[in-house]
């Protein structure tokens, strides 16, 4: 990427420090790790997991069980509910792997199980209160009617319960992290009860990064955490030091009467997620070499940012110069950039690399 | 695009007649048409421009310039303020087109004048009162300063004045996007009085579809208008019959409880733009075949998406179907998607197209 265009980087030792403590954190609470790769989406930073000791892995769709297939992992969670017109690419990737993803209801069991020419794993998803998607973990009927289903089934294997507690994204503290984790944790701990065979796999990046006892978890899939953002810094999960990737974007022009900068990177390199934070929109956090937080990404349209920052700081600035942005939502971010640098030149692949 | 996965579909006889309104409207008005390219970013639609009798080309970064230059476009404006860095790229550009950017200061046109190799056109960016980037409409004295820059400098011409209203986005009706923009209207006609013989160039969609007398303006570059989207119907810009594209997403599960659906199409697919409509956040609008609106996408993560719809169509949708869904920012949603299908199953290319 030249250095006149937004540009992603990485820094791989932060990457390793996150990959390490977690793989750590599971390692010391007899969790099998199986990390989400829906955020790097790389092969590069995939094989940094594989040199953790990682071998099952969790993506977000087939397409990503693809790319990952490729590279020659073969043990893979696709972390999305069953979708029953897939059935000619869940196929195709048993021949190469052990594939495992989400149902929520018996209809799907049977009609995959009529589709499907090999066992897939499924995860029964349970809703932790989240909203989104999942049975009631208090729903035992149901949960028990699923499992009924799935022993029936010849092409189908129970592989567990799945388990992720969103609502920690509207979190702003690690204490309140921990209590919503915790309450998460106490209707899981009732469902092991009933269900003490079948393994729990848990994953939001919250509550695995400032969790220490996971009482009835057998297994932790969370995925932000190897780059983490600024949005985990404003809910609480980690400290701006924990984030591993910043974008690198042309200043363009400074306005010296309100000081403002026109930066080059918009929506189309930073996504269009933000954070609020009292009255302000945060759509990226501008911090300065020497690591000090020296102001926000205002508002962006499809190619511009603008900054606001502090008088000593825009004085600083020329135009030419660039600056360093923490992005809110780094899944998003390298989702659109398609690729990442590092600070020695070097080429990170992302599975959204782009053709052209 | 298999079935299974969500695709962005595009009705070509909805832009063809998009283009078509627009082209007449400049025609009726004696206006250069200079569309923006950065909502379609694709080869055939640009021909559809072609073939509509535009010569002239509007696009939002350098990238861009290089993907329709290589298509036989020969004269571009790159609608952002010039990146003094990127004189490389300018200059490669200029030996295959007649390029234009745009300026807001002295001192960014005479460090291009000294890095670049031939003559570029530059646009003095004007700020109607978007508050932006551009040189405020009322500051003749800078524009001067400008102007004077631009004409001692050996490697620059002056292309004109360029101006985008972007604060008609804020608009909710049409008689709202007609005020905003005779105010920005009013600005530059005094400006068209100091500066007669320099050309306008004005842009942003609410203002192009809804005006019907351009006063002082010389050239349109608006682009959305191409495909328009739900927040144009929003913004009052059009109707939703006009929205040339739509995301088709699988129907992954019900939840009859409360009447959501889970379907595939989420952050990565749609982006995460979103219009506000009294309590309620818009990500999408649920549309079925025969054009009646059905629902809201009313919440996305990264590959979920979750449908609020009416009782009715509710209970027509069964699991394996897919919804249609206009997108609330087309320019973003395309650029995802990196892919157009047309319902007679062409693929049509766009810039962003993935390498896997």
Redesign the interface.
């Given at each position: 990427m030249?250095?006149?265009?937004p540009t992603l980087f990485v820094d791989l030792n932060t990457v390793r420090t996150n990959i390490q403590l977690m793989a750590e954190k599971c390692q010391r609470n007899e969790l099998e790790f199986r990390p989400h790769f829906?955020t790097h989406q790389s092969t590069f930073i995939g094989n940094l997991f594989r040199e953790a000791g990682v071998a099952g892995i969790t993506v977000?769709?087939?397409?990503m069980a693809q790319?990952f297939v490729k590279q020659g992992w073969d043990d893979i969670t696709i972390a999305?509910?069953?979708?029953?017109?897939?059935a000619?690419?869940y196929n195709e990737l048993l021949a190469k792997c052990d594939l495992k993803t989400l149902v929520?209801?018996t209809?799907?069991v049977e009609?995959l199980d009529q589709r499907l020419q090999s066992p897939i794993g499924l995860y029964i998803e349970i809703d932790p209160d989240y909203g989104?998607?999942g049975i009631p973990a208090s729903n035992k009927t149901r949960i028990v009617e699923v499992i009924k289903a799935i022993e029936q089934a010849e092409h189908c294997t129970l592989a567990g319960f799945y388990c992720h507690a969103?609502h920690t994204y509207k979190c702003r503290s690690a204490k309140e992290i921990t209590s919503v984790s915790r309450k998460a944790l106490a209707k899981l701990t009732s469902l092991k009860e009933s269900f003490p065979h079948i393994p729990i796999c848990y994953g939001d990046t919250p509550s695995c990064s400032v969790l220490d006892d996971f009482g009835p978890y057998d297994q932790l899939s969370p995925g932000n955490f190897v780059f983490y953002d600024w949005m985990q810094v404003e809910i609480g999960s980690c400290n701006k030091e924990q984030i591993a990737i910043w974008m690198s974007c042309?200043v363009?022009?400074k306005f010296s009467k309100d000081g403002k900068i026109?930066i080059?990177g918009g929506?189309?390199h930073f996504?269009?997620?933000f954070v609020e934070s009292g009255q302000e929109k945060i759509f990226g956090k501008v911090i300065s070499d020497d690591g000090q937080l020296q102001g926000v990404l205002a508002?962006i349209?499809?190619?511009?940012g603008?900054i606001h920052c502090n008088r000593e700081y825009f004085e600083q600035l020329a135009?030419?110069d660039t600056v360093q942005v923490l992005p809110v939502?780094s899944?998003?971010t390298a989702?659109?950039m398609?690729e990442y640098r590092t600070e020695d030149a070097q080429t990170i692949d992302h599975?959204?690399?782009?053709?052209?």
């Open positions: 030249p250095s006149y265009l829906k977000s769709s087939p397409v790319y999305f509910p069953a979708n029953v017109n897939a000619s690419v929520i209801s209809e799907i009609t989104r998607s969103g042309p363009i022009e026109l080059h929506a189309v996504s269009k997620e508002s349209s499809q190619e511009h603008i135009v030419g939502h899944c998003l989702n659109l398609g599975m959204s690399a782009k053709a052209f």
